[in-house]
């Protein structure tokens, strides 16, 4: 019985000190950035969602203007805006809803809000933001989301999924790799304009502008996690909620959809993408950037086939706002309105249809896409 005591009490207290060395080494490492004001020891993308919302709780004077959308507007440089105050709240896959709820929190927690920008993507309308309430890469603030904040952080510091990677990528960029090129690439602005940034990854492409452009990465079109399909409804009454809230506080409002790299726009549903714009357009004005124009179609201006270069948010800034002082293709950003939207869908089709025969291999979707636009 004492021998039985004592193996009982030694399983105990180890497994005791085993969560505690895991709880440790979570919270030193601290992946997702849950703890971290210092983000130059970051050794992954954090939970952006999260980390920008804490961020403006605490400075609910310093900005009076937001930016939303997906990682795709981090490249909208925000200080060239001079209506407003910005701070760009980028985060992956964002989506209208999870705008929405931080809109709504923000408002509540205090900070006043004169100007709020939307970015959206093909996904917009595929991807249910409840998926992101699980992925601790995606998931919102507790106080927006309404999750316990004793679950919310044990979901992070006692987990053991991805424990050696991390671990591993964390020795790395702080110790064994600190000074390398590749560990210093990435700057995370969180505290000033909330970008992320990397001016050496377009260094790397001037280097080499032939190479960039001939790159088998563009290719392979952008699937975005958490895809359904189809979220239509659900995105466009999230769309009608912000321009409501918007409204009604007396908040300047303006909605753009990103520029799509071709090889990403060609492998959506196009139909459905045409379906969800004209619906939009029933609910606001907005400036489409998408299509197949003089921007999307050449790799020059992309990452890869989901991020466009910061020259391009310079375009884009300047037809929104008439700043800064760039060159702007004339195919590029078209004001949809619920009065032209039927005319800018068929102008869009015919882009497609020019290209059609010279494509090899065509999607179910794209290929009936313009048949199916709706009238």
């Not at 001939?214 to 952008?222: A, I, L, T, V």
């Not at 391009?312 to 929104?320: E, I, P, R, S, T």
């Not at 950003?333 to 249809?353: M, P, V, Y």
Request: glycine fraction near 4%; aromatic fraction near 12%; include cysteine.
């Amino acid at each position: 019985m004492k021998a039985f005591k004592i193996w009982t009490m030694t399983v105990f207290w180890s497994i005791v000190v085993l969560v505690g060395v895991v709880v440790v080494i979570n919270v030193v490492v601290d992946a997702y950035g849950i703890l971290r004001t210092d983000f130059s020891r970051q050794s992954q993308v954090p939970n952006m969602n999260f980390i920008k919302v804490k961020y403006l709780i605490g400075n609910t004077k310093k900005y009076d203007s937001l930016l939303f959308g997906s990682s795709r507007v981090e490249n909208i440089d925000i200080k060239k805006i001079t209506a407003g105050r910005y701070y760009n709240m980028t985060y992956p896959v964002g989506v209208p809803q999870e705008h929405l709820e931080n809109i709504r929190f923000l408002l509540n927690s205090g900070m006043s809000i004169k100007n709020v920008m939307i970015g959206l993507d093909d996904f917009s309308c595929h991807v249910d933001p409840q998926q992101h309430r699980f992925d601790l890469d995606l998931q919102p603030h507790p106080a927006v989301s309404g999750k316990k904040v004793q679950v919310f952080y044990s979901e992070y510091f006692l987990k053991l999924r991805k424990f050696i990677p991390q671990l591993t990528a964390y020795i790395r960029h702080n110790y064994t790799n600190r000074n390398s090129p590749s560990e210093t690439r990435i700057i995370y602005d969180i505290h000033e304009t909330g970008r992320i940034l990397c001016p050496v990854c377009d260094e790397d492409i001037e280097r080499n502008v032939d190479a960039h452009i001939r790159s088998g990465e563009f290719n392979k079109p952008f699937h975005s996690v958490g895809d359904t399909g189809d979220n239509i409804t659900n995105t466009l009454a999230a769309m009608k909620e912000i321009v409501a809230l918007t409204k009604q506080k007396h908040i300047t409002l303006i909605v753009f959809i990103n520029p799509i790299h071709k090889t990403t726009y060609l492998d959506t549903n196009l139909s459905q993408f045409a379906l969800f714009k004209k619906e939009l357009a029933t609910i606001t004005d907005y400036y489409d950037f998408s299509g197949l124009n003089s921007i999307t179609t050449n790799n020059y201006n992309y990452y890869e086939t989901s991020h466009y270069r910061p020259f391009v948010g310079d375009m884009m800034l300047k037809v929104m706002f008439g700043k800064p002082d760039v060159k702007v293709p004339r195919d590029f950003g078209f004001h949809s309105t619920r009065t032209n939207i039927d005319a800018h869908l068929k102008s869009q089709c015919r882009e497609i249809r020019k290209i059609r025969n010279k494509l090899n291999n065509v999607n179910a979707a794209f290929a009936g896409s313009c048949e199916q636009i709706p009238n």
